[in-house]
T-cell receptor, first 116, second 111 residues
Framework: DSGVTQTPKHLITATGQRVTLRCSPRSGDLSVYWYQQSLDQGLQFLIQYYNGEERAKGNILERFSAQQFPDLHSELNLSSLELGDSALYFC???????????????FGPGTRLTVL | TQLLEQSPQFLSIQEGENLTVYCNSS?????LQWYRQEPGEGPVLLVT?????EVKKLKRLTFQFGDARKDSSLHITAAQPGDTGLYLCAGASGTASKLTFGTGTRLQVTL
């Protein structure tokens, strides 16, 4: 158990819909990262927040957005869902943002999103 | 765009065999991590290497960071069924905190 929790574990929805994925970081971790893992694309970094502010952005679509709340939990919002958005979405947390070296990131169990 | 290519993509071996997984890039990384991911779970960090030429050992696993910090290898001695999983390398560069993950190596160890 990494200490990172994600809900829900599974989510099935239809194209065009909007969903929200939730992540609670490990106690004391200020940084939260979101990743998408699909069979053909591997693990792709989406976005990072540190202490409530956006820190780094990866290949995140405009239809997707995220935020980190004062209690440090984070939500990833996916809208206008398409079939290709079906994937595993992971949240990870770390203590401090990188200062030239990688943080130790602890991953949650993921949310499996299926878009029908 | 930084790319991390892993080889082989798939590896099926018998218990007791040795194996090496490679992680290669044309980019320089300030540090590199190796993760193992089991089905239905998130990746779990195994090791972080920072210095070019660095070698780290974790029981039967030996990790090496290339001298130029562009590549890395993971060697498993006497593989066991419990080593089965998806092995991912991930690199960080500069002041960026995001990790670039490799393409992954799926290892299956059978009795």
């Amino acid at each position: 158990d990494s200490g990172v929790t994600q809900t829900p574990k599974h989510l099935i929805t239809a194209t065009g819909q909007r969903v929200t994925l939730r992540c609670s970081p490990r106690s004391g971790d200020l940084s939260v990262y979101w990743y998408q893992q699909s069979l053909d694309q591997g693990l792709q970094f989406l976005i990072q927040y540190y202490n409530g502010e956006e820190r780094a952005k990866g290949n995140i679509l405009e239809r997707f957005s995220a935020q980190q709340f004062p209690d440090l939990h984070s939500e990833l919002n996916l809208s206008s869902l398409e079939l290709g958005d079906s994937a595993l979405y992971f949240c990870a947390s770390s203590v401090v943002p990188s200062s030239g070296r990688a943080d130790e990131q602890f991953f949650g169990p993921g949310t499996r999103l299926t878009v029908l | 765009t930084q790319l991390l290519e892993q080889s082989p993509q798939f590896l099926s071996i018998q218990e007791g065999e040795n194996l090496t997984v490679y992680c290669n890039s044309s980019s320089v990384f300030s540090s590199l991590q190796w993760y193992r991911q089991e089905p239905g779970e998130g990746p779990v960090l195994l090791v972080t290497v920072v210095t070019g030429g660095e070698v780290k050992k974790l029981k039967r696993l030996t990790f090496q960071f290339g001298d130029a910090r562009k590549d890395s290898s993971l060697h498993i001695t006497a593989a066991q069924p419990g080593d089965t999983g998806l092995y991912l390398c991930a690199g960080a560069s500069g002041t960026a905190s995001k990790l670039t993950f490799g393409t992954g190596t799926r290892l299956q160890v059978t009795l």
